[in-house]
């Protein structure tokens, strides 16, 4: 299935690996936010999410980052890309 299904038929959980700042500063709506520097202390917290994840940040780049962290830990996830790519597609009909 391709990303932007999962994104529109809310199939996964929206995790922005942004700061909190710039998390506050606007979001795709429904996601959460857990910065990239703080993945390793929070997969517990993570494993209890609803699969996939779907990463996204500012441009893509720290989400791939998370992307290879969490694949790493046998995590299923996608690398959004930029938040403002992933509100397009959640919004888009």
Not at 15 to 27: M, S
Not at 38 to 60: D, H, R, V, W, Y
Request: glycine content about 8%; overall charge negative; charged content about 20%.
């Amino acid at each position: 299935m391709i990303l932007e299904n999962i994104i529109k038929e809310n199939q996964g959980t929206i995790v922005d690996v942004r700061t909190f700042a710039e998390f506050a500063g606007g979001h795709v709506a429904g996601s959460i936010n857990i910065a990239l520097n703080e993945l390793p202390q929070k997969i517990e917290e993570i494993k209890k999410l609803k699969m996939p994840l779907i990463l996204c940040c500012a441009s893509g780049n720290r989400s791939g980052q998370a992307q290879h962290f969490l694949s790493q830990h046998a995590f299923e996830c996608y690398n959004g890309g930029s938040w403002m790519d992933v509100n397009y597609y959640q919004t888009k009909n």
